[in-house]
Protein backbone atom coordinates (compact mmCIF):
# COMPACT_ATOMS: atom_id res chain seq x y z
CA UNK A 1 0.00 0.00 0.00
CA UNK A 2 1.51 3.71 -1.01
CA UNK A 3 2.82 5.54 2.13
CA UNK A 4 0.34 8.25 0.89
CA UNK A 5 -2.90 6.31 1.36
CA UNK A 6 -2.63 7.35 5.17
CA UNK A 7 -5.07 5.01 8.13
CA UNK A 8 -7.35 8.22 8.32
CA UNK A 9 -8.20 8.41 4.56
CA UNK A 10 -8.79 4.26 4.96
CA UNK A 11 -11.08 5.12 7.16
CA UNK A 12 -12.88 7.92 5.83
CA UNK A 13 -13.41 5.05 2.59
CA UNK A 14 -14.52 2.05 4.81
CA UNK A 15 -17.21 4.30 6.53
CA UNK A 16 -18.43 5.99 2.92
CA UNK A 17 -18.81 2.71 2.28
CA UNK A 18 -20.25 1.21 5.31
CA UNK A 19 -22.68 4.63 5.78
CA UNK A 20 -24.39 3.86 2.44
CA UNK A 21 -24.88 0.56 2.76
CA UNK A 22 -26.93 1.80 6.22
CA UNK A 23 -28.58 4.34 4.65
CA UNK A 24 -29.96 2.47 2.09
CA UNK A 25 -30.70 -0.72 4.20
CA UNK A 26 -31.46 0.15 7.78
CA UNK A 27 -32.63 3.59 7.84
CA UNK A 28 -36.46 3.92 7.31
CA UNK A 29 -36.27 7.95 8.01
CA UNK A 30 -38.96 8.88 5.11
CA UNK A 31 -37.13 12.20 5.20
CA UNK A 32 -34.10 10.11 3.89
CA UNK A 33 -34.74 9.42 -0.10
CA UNK A 34 -31.92 8.35 -2.74
CA UNK A 35 -29.18 10.20 -1.75
CA UNK A 36 -25.78 9.94 -2.59
CA UNK A 37 -22.49 9.78 -0.18
CA UNK A 38 -20.26 11.68 -2.39
CA UNK A 39 -17.20 11.83 0.26
CA UNK A 40 -16.30 11.45 4.13
CA UNK A 41 -13.12 13.17 6.09
CA UNK A 42 -12.06 11.92 8.99
CA UNK A 43 -10.07 14.06 11.54
CA UNK A 44 -6.80 13.02 12.44
CA UNK A 45 -8.18 11.83 16.65
CA UNK A 46 -11.06 9.96 14.81
CA UNK A 47 -13.14 12.06 16.40
CA UNK A 48 -15.42 13.83 13.66
CA UNK A 49 -16.53 12.59 10.54
CA UNK A 50 -17.72 15.35 7.84
CA UNK A 51 -20.18 13.10 5.32
CA UNK A 52 -20.74 15.05 2.37
CA UNK A 53 -23.69 13.96 0.27
CA UNK A 54 -25.72 15.00 -2.56
CA UNK A 55 -29.68 14.56 -3.73
CA UNK A 56 -31.92 14.90 -6.65
CA UNK A 57 -34.58 17.20 -5.36
CA UNK A 58 -35.43 20.83 -4.36
CA UNK A 59 -33.87 23.02 -1.83
CA UNK A 60 -37.03 21.99 0.42
CA UNK A 61 -36.47 18.09 0.13
CA UNK A 62 -33.09 19.13 0.55
CA UNK A 63 -33.24 20.33 4.06
CA UNK A 64 -35.54 17.52 5.34
CA UNK A 65 -32.89 15.18 4.22
CA UNK A 66 -30.65 16.86 6.15
CA UNK A 67 -32.52 16.90 9.03
CA UNK A 68 -33.80 14.04 8.87
CA UNK A 69 -29.75 12.59 8.78
CA UNK A 70 -28.94 14.90 11.50
CA UNK A 71 -31.50 12.84 13.55
CA UNK A 72 -30.63 9.66 12.58
CA UNK A 73 -26.52 10.41 13.08
CA UNK A 74 -26.41 8.53 16.44
CA UNK A 75 -28.49 5.06 15.36
CA UNK A 76 -25.96 5.43 12.36
CA UNK A 77 -22.71 6.57 14.80
CA UNK A 78 -23.99 3.16 17.01
CA UNK A 79 -24.35 0.95 13.65
CA UNK A 80 -21.05 1.77 12.75
CA UNK A 81 -19.69 1.24 15.96
CA UNK A 82 -20.33 -2.33 15.21
CA UNK A 83 -19.17 -2.40 12.00
CA UNK A 84 -16.10 -0.86 12.58
CA UNK A 85 -12.81 -2.36 14.62
CA UNK A 86 -12.03 1.38 16.03
CA UNK A 87 -11.34 2.33 19.76
CA UNK A 88 -13.16 6.01 18.89
CA UNK A 89 -16.09 5.89 15.85
CA UNK A 90 -16.45 9.53 15.02
CA UNK A 91 -18.85 11.80 15.31
CA UNK A 92 -20.68 12.12 11.94
CA UNK A 93 -22.00 15.82 10.65
CA UNK A 94 -23.64 15.62 7.75
CA UNK A 95 -22.94 18.54 4.87
CA UNK A 96 -24.60 19.48 1.43
CA UNK A 97 -22.32 18.87 -1.66
CA UNK A 98 -23.53 21.87 -3.91
CA UNK A 99 -20.09 20.58 -6.16
CA UNK A 100 -22.75 19.02 -8.51
CA UNK A 101 -24.97 21.75 -8.82
CA UNK A 102 -22.58 24.47 -8.92
CA UNK A 103 -20.86 22.03 -11.59
CA UNK A 104 -23.89 22.12 -13.71
CA UNK A 105 -24.39 25.64 -13.53
CA UNK A 106 -20.28 26.34 -15.15
CA UNK A 107 -21.49 23.62 -17.69
CA UNK A 108 -24.43 25.74 -18.65
CA UNK A 109 -22.25 29.06 -18.76
CA UNK A 110 -19.54 27.14 -21.04
CA UNK A 111 -22.29 25.88 -23.38
CA UNK A 112 -24.14 29.68 -23.70
CA UNK A 113 -20.55 31.14 -24.22
CA UNK A 114 -20.00 28.56 -27.18
CA UNK A 115 -23.18 28.96 -28.31
CA UNK A 116 -23.09 32.76 -28.74
CA UNK A 117 -19.77 32.07 -29.86
CA UNK A 118 -20.47 32.77 -33.84
CA UNK A 119 -17.29 30.94 -36.12
CA UNK A 120 -18.66 33.42 -39.34
CA UNK A 121 -18.00 36.72 -37.69
CA UNK A 122 -14.17 35.82 -37.15
CA UNK A 123 -11.37 37.11 -39.08
CA UNK A 124 -9.33 34.60 -41.23
Known sequence: MPKDYSRALRIADQIQRDLADLIRNELKD??????????????????HAKVYYTTLGSAEENFLTEKGLQHAAVFLRSQL????????????????????????????????????????????
Open 30 to 47: KRVGMITLTGVEVSQDYG
Open 81 to 124: SQRLRLRVVPLLHFIYDRSIEHGVYLSQLIDKAVEQDDPKEKPA
